[in-house]
């Protein structure tokens, strides 16, 4: 599944930057929940394809197991990164995301925590819009 779904990102990005009506410069990446690890892993792989990549709920459970499936695309990351997570994820504990965004090398990087589930409150889309205004245009 999971290759499948990556080779899937690989595939949209190409057919995007193919487009005319497209800026190939200005390309980002939103993952929510599972899909931060297609987009950390892209971003990680692909770094002059993308701008920006925003990055909402990664799941980081507690076992060491699950942390080692974001963490190796995150630390190589050296593009602009938002993270939106929540205090009360049920998937990752706060002290999780925290680690997960200190392993993020770029020097252009922002956290927002909300007071929240897994399920972020709407006004999160604002914010990831005025991310994407600020790296896409």
Known sequence: MYDNTYKDVVSTIAYLKQRDDIDKDHIGIFGFSMGTFF???????????????????????????????????????????LMLVANQDQWTPLENSKWLY??????????????????????YTTQAIDWLKKYLQ
Do not use: C, M, N, W
């Open 39 to 81: 987009a950390f892993k892209y971003g990680a792989e692909h770094p002059k394809q993308v701008k920006t990549i925003i990055a909402a709920v990664p799941p980081l459970l507690k076992d060491d197991r699950s942390k080692r499936s974001i963490p190796p695309f995150a630390h190589k990351l050296q593009i602009p990164v």
């Open 102 to 123: 200190d392993t993020i090398p770029a020097t252009d990087k922002h956290i927002i925590i909300y007071d929240s589930t897994h399920s972020l409150p709407v006004d």
